[in-house]
């Protein structure tokens, strides 16, 4: 039926049509005449949450498509989409690694006292051996060694799947980005092992020079937690670009260095199953039992060769791309979980299920499979098994005297910030500040100094390069890096807290210009603006009038603008129009309404009345806002802001925007949640980095 052939909806007039569903039992319905907002009332102004009527308000709509419900306590973290978009690879797996700390933390203690208590017991469970063979091949070595080479495959699996992710979709995606941590990562392995040959000189123990290189990513950030500033996600990535390049650089060392007694034609059988893997990745093989039985391969012929077969979880994790999910395959996705839904049938919950799992790209199926094992499992049963040391006065004083403990923890101390930091230095210098590190100086110091928590692959070199008491040594020189890092980590914050607050900004947030991830900037001829025109931070949402998640963020949206008076707010179209029914007449409505100078009205009644969306109710919605009802209801049936709607949804795509709602804040993209406290940060953060902005 046409829009305009429709009776206008009276004020309190129910929108249900004859034959539509009631709303679910317990449901509120709406008041009688509930007052819409009035022509011409300021666009800024925030209207008073109405209790329950608000806090449902973003449920109701879903009823005929209970594929976007909202799940218990996902109000201001979810997007109507299907895939995993709750927020980027990054942030989880900072806040994995973040997280897991704790637990790596627990093992490592759990492992010095065991060894202190009862060495015996301790050494006895670890030179347990374990033999796997199938047919005429068989692998035989101890728990030690199958948590050494085996299980810590997978930790550099994950570490291979974040570079990859970095270098597809993160900070390094712009290629020119990379010198910065390439050169830190770098310069923080060649101080720390120059130092480490100078005071081991002319001794046998120089050939274990590779203990002293490499961060551990898990325990700097978990640390840096602790002890470092709040809300720096700057800082983190910072750290966690710079940590990719020396765990790679680190793998790389242990394969070509401390592997011995290679077998030459096992290593060309392993480099062959690899191949294969890349083989498979470029024809675009989607079955995993193919890389799974490529990876098995590959790891038991660099097994047999002598080369440490963990380098098979890094190239593995290296050859996955990474990429934002695609709006033609969400939708491809829930039009078969449509069809399951018709027809559930095991046939159509296959295809379902298959379609919503490469919908997300296989670097993210990857990491959400492995890297919660590797941090909260392996990690740690790494640390339970390499830490144990029998600690004594005699001990000590005998291995501060020694020349491996005294290198691996000068070379960590002074090394790691020296060489990051200098490196940094270097590159800004000679670029002219084209090209400089995304964080402060201040933060780039004490990434640094945190860059001196080794333990985890620092371990790993040590258990190939030493034996008996130099292993112990070296331990010893590990663990007490680790601790004076966090240490100077801790000064070198609590100094910069004191710096006044423009230098203190500059300090730990730099100069660096960000990555845009809005594809489009921002228009003020024809983006729909609300609150200053002018204002230096300016927040961009993509949302759907349908979408649940949208009602649930508006009241965080009017706060935020009732509180900073220096925000402009922009709303573009994104109707996910295979969920949401009446999301593109809505959209095309509240673009009639806005060629009579009342979009934002029309948006606030739109979000307001979100089960109530079909022509007669937008109709309605006209006639109560004041609008010309004929000229409104004839734009609808002739469809005449389709156009409008589409280059908003244009510009999704372009961005990689796939579900709703999806901010924007100063050009770059908001993860995580959308309540009022997490947008008020991430205000603040843009209006200070605006204020410092050259």
């Known amino acids: 039926m046409a829009p305009d052939s429709l009776p206008v909806r009276r004020s309190g007039e129910p929108a249900r049509e004859s034959g539509e569903p009631a709303r679910e039992s317990g449901e509120p319905a709406r008041k009688s005449g509930e007052p819409a907002r009035k022509s011409g009332e300021p666009p800024g102004s925030a209207e008073p949450v109405r209790g329950e009527r608000d806090t449902v308000q973003g449920e109701r709509g879903t009823a005929r498509a209970a594929l976007t419900r909202p799940a218990p306590g996902a109000a201001a973290t979810g997007r109507t989409a299907w895939g995993r978009h709750l927020q980027t690879p990054l942030r989880q797996f900072l806040r994995t690694e973040t997280g897991s700390a704790a637990v790596l933390l627990a093992a490592t203690i759990t492992a010095l006292i065991w060894a202190n208590v009862d060495s015996g017991s301790y050494e006895s469970l670890w030179r347990t051996e374990v033999s796997l063979h199938v047919g005429g091949f068989g692998v035989s070595q101890d728990l030690h060694g199958w948590l050494n080479n085996g299980l810590m495959t997978f930790f550099f699996l994950v570490i291979g799947l974040e570079a990859r992710r970095e270098f597809d979709m993160g900070e390094l ?9 390439l050169l830190a990562g770098l310069g923080g392995m060649t101080v720390p092992v120059v130092i480490f040959l100078a005071v081991n000189a002319g001794q046998p123990t120089a050939g274990g020079w590779g203990t002293a290189m490499s961060t551990d990513t898990a325990f700097a950030l978990g640390m840096l937690a602790l002890v470092g500033p709040k809300n720096a996600d700057r800082l983190r990535s910072y750290l966690l670009t710079f940590a990719v390049v020396d765990d790679l650089t680190a793998i790389v060392v242990i394969a070509l260095v401390y592997s011995h007694h290679i077998d030459v034609p096992a290593l060309l059988a392993g480099l062959a199953a690899l191949g294969g893997v890349f083989l498979a990745r470029t024809a675009g093989l989607r079955h995993g039992v193919v890389y799974a039985g490529l990876g098995v391969a590959a790891w038991a012929a660099f097994f047999k060769s002598g080369v440490d077969p963990a380098v098979t979880g890094l190239v593995i994790g290296l050859l996955t791309p990474a990429y934002p999910a695609a709006r033609s395959d969400l939708e491809q996705a829930t039009d078969r979980v449509r069809r399951f839904r018709e027809q559930p049938t095991p046939e159509m919950a296959r295809a379902a299920s298959i379609s919503l799992s490469e919908s997300i ?28 040391l029998v600690i004594s006065a005699t001990f000590l004083e005998h291995a501060f005297t020694s020349p491996v403990t005294l290198g691996i923890l000068a070379g960590y101390v002074v090394g790691k910030p020296v060489g990051t930091a200098g490196a940094a230095w270097l590159v800004t210098t000679v670029s002219r500040g084209r090209l400089r590190p995304p964080a402060g100086w201040a933060s780039v110091a004490g990434a640094g100094t945190i860059a001196g928590v080794g333990i985890t692959v620092s371990l790993l070199i040590a258990s190939l390069a030493f034996h008996g008491e130099q292993l112990d040594e070296a331990k010893a020189g590990v663990l007490a ?17 004191m710096l006044p607050k423009p230098i203190r900004i500059r300090a730990l947030l730099g100069t660096a210009t960000a990555i845009i991830d809005l594809a489009a900037p921002v228009d003020l001829r024809r983006d729909h603006v609300r609150g200053p025109k002018a204002a230096p931070v300016t927040v961009v949402e993509y949302g759907d009038f349908e979408c649940p998640f949208c009602g649930l963020a508006e009241p965080a949206i009017r706060e935020l603008l009732a509180g900073f008076g220096d925000v402009r707010y922009v709303w573009r179209h994104l109707p996910l129009t295979d969920v949401h029914p009446h999301a593109q007449l809505a959209s095309e409505a509240a673009e009639a309404a806005a060629a009579q100078g009342a ?3 029309m948006h606030d009644m739109l979000l307001r009345h979100q089960d109530a969306l079909r022509p007669a109710d937008l ?18 049936r002739k469809h005449v802001y389709t156009s409008r709607v589409a280059e908003d949804v244009d510009t999704a795509d372009l961005g990689g925007v796939s579900g709703t709602p999806t901010f924007f804040v100063n050009g770059q993209r908001h993860h995580g949640a959308y309540d009022i406290d997490s947008l008020s940060q991430a205000v603040r953060t843009a209006r200070a980095v605006a204020a410092i902005a050259p």
Do not use: C, K
């Open 173 to 181: 995606r712009e290629r020119r980005r990379m010198a910065v941590p």
């Open 361 to 388: 790209s296989p670097n993210g199926r990857l990491q959400d499979t492995f890297h919660p094992w590797a941090s909260y499992l392996i990690v740690p049963l790494f640390a339970l098994a390499n830490a144990g």
């Open 481 to 497: 890096a680790a601790i004076v890092a966090a240490a100077l980590t801790w000064a070198v914050f609590q100094v910069t807290s």
């Open 599 to 601: 979009f934002w009205e």
């Open 619 to 636: 109709v309605g919605y006209a006639a109560a806002l004041g609008l010309d009802v004929e000229r409104f209801a004839r734009d609808l």
